[in-house]
C-alpha cells in the first residue's frame, strides 16, 4: 500500500532525528496516568499504582496544579485466569484432560475501549494501516489463543493540547522507554523489566532478551529547557532473518510544569 515507506520509516528510527512517530501506551478510555510526582498525596486513603486521571483533570496537572484531583483512580484493571487445553505434540490437538490456567487482565465494568496516542508528522497514515492490519491478528502474549485482539472503532482524532503546557519545564511519560544517555536525568520514575520476543515467530531465535523500561507516568525535569517532542532510544535486536531488526524504545513525552519545590 506504501510502496518503499517502511524501509524508510526504518532509517528514520535508526537515526532518530527526529523517529518517523512516537507511540504512546493503551490507557483505559479518557484516562491518562498520574504524573509521579503527585502520587505521594493522599485521597483519603493511598492508591496504588497505576493511578489515572481523566483529560480534563490531567490537563490540570500539565499547567502545574500540584493537588491530586479527587476523580483519580486506581484498580481500572482487573486479574482473572483462564484455563486452556495443551496440545498433544502427536496428535497436534487437544490433549485430553491436560488443562492448565493462565494470568489474564481486563478493563472493569464500565470501560469498553482503550486510547492509543500517535505522534507523527508525516506518517500517521501509515501508523494507522498498521493498526488496522495487527487488529486482524492481535499482538502479545497468547495472541494465537485469541487473547490480544481488538478492532479500530474510528478515525484519529486530533488532541493538540497533549504538545503544549506553557513554562513547561519538564515531561511526563505516556510509554514505557528505554532513555539514551542524552535524556534528562533529574525526576521520579518506576521501572518495569520485559522479555519481548518478535511477533508471529518471524525469526527462529523470538527472544529480545530482557529489557528495563520506564514506566508510563515518569516524570522527569528539563528547567529552562523546552521539553522536546520525543525522548528515549531504539534497541538494536538484530537477527539473520532481520539484520536490522530494532525494538521500539522511545518515549511520549507529554510537557508539563513541574513546580520548583518538589512535592
Known amino acids: ?34 504524573p509521579m510526582h503527585i502520587t505521594g498525596l493522599r485521597l483519603g486513603k493511598k492508591l496504588r499504582p497505576p493511578v489515572y486521571v481523566p483529560a480534563a483533570s490531567f490537563r490540570r496537572l500539565m499547567n502545574g496544579e500540584c493537588e491530586a484531583p479527587a476523580d483519580a483512580e486506581a484498580g481500572v484493571f482487573r486479574a482473572s485466569t483462564r484455563i486452556q487445553t495443551s ?24 470501560f469498553d475501549a482503550l486510547s492509543v496516542y ?8 501509515q501508523v494507522s494501516a498498521c493498526l488496522r492490519a495487527l487488529a486482524w491478528t492481535g499482538f502479545g ?63 527462529s531465535n523470538v527472544f529480545k532478551g530482557a529489557i528495563i523500561m520506564f514506566t508510563p507516568g515518569s516524570v522527569f525535569r528539563t528547567d529552562s529547557t523546552p521539553p522536546k517532542p520525543w525522548y528515549g532510544s531504539m534497541i538494536p535486536v538484530p537477527r539473520p532473518e532481520m539484520p536490522r531488526a530494532v525494538h521500539y524504545g522511545l518515549c511520549f513525552p507529554v510537557p508539563l510544569v513541574w513546580p520548583s519545590e518538589p512535592q
Open 1 to 34: 500500500m506504501f510502496p518503499g515507506t517502511f524501509e524508510r520509516m526504518l532509517a528514520e528510527f535508526r537515526d532518530q532525528q527526529p523517529p518517523p512517530f512516537c507511540l504512546s501506551d493503551a490507557f483505559p478510555g479518557d484516562l491518562l496516568p498520574m
Open 87 to 110: 496440545i498433544d505434540r502427536e496428535l497436534g490437538a487437544a490433549a485430553e484432560g491436560q488443562l492448565f490456567e493462565t494470568d489474564t487482565e481486563h478493563l472493569k465494568e464500565g
Open 118 to 125: 500517535i505522534r507523527s508528522e508525516n506518517y500517521l497514515e
Open 141 to 203: 502474549k497468547k495472541s494465537a489463543t485469541g487473547l490480544g485482539h481488538f478492532e479500530i472503532l474510528g478515525a484519529p482524532e486530533r488532541c493538540d493540547w497533549l504538545d503544549h503546557a506553557p513554562g513547561a519545564n519538564g515531561f511526563m511519560a505516556l510509554s514505557h522507554f528505554v532513555p539514551s544517555p542524552e535524556d534528562p536525568a533529574e525526576g521520579l520514575w518506576r521501572t518495569h523489566v520485559t522479555f519481548p520476543k518478535f511477533h508471529a515467530n518471524s525469526v
